[in-house]
């Protein structure tokens, strides 16, 4: 278990999806870029959490499961 800080993709307030991001500032420009393309129901959020990660077959990193607290 890790601590990072995700990209949160919001559909009807459940998530649907979930990134990694190197730091805050890069999640908030991602979340700055991604609000100009988002249709009324998708809200997207950066987040400090915990989270269980797991590497992929092409050896980049994955959230597994999300631990909110």
């Known amino acids: 278990m ?18 990694i991001q190197p730091n805050l500032s890069s999640c908030l420009a991602g979340k700055r870029k991604a609000n100009r393309d988002v249709g009324n129901n998708v809200e997207y959020r950066c987040i400090k959490t915990k989270a269980e990660l797991e590497t992929n077959i092409d050896g980049s990193i994955s959230i597994k499961k999300l631990i909110l607290e």
């Not at 601590?3 to 649907?16: D, G, P, T």
């Open 2 to 19: 890790e601590s990072i800080i995700a990209l949160l993709m919001l559909v009807n307030n459940e998530i649907k999806e979930a990134r």
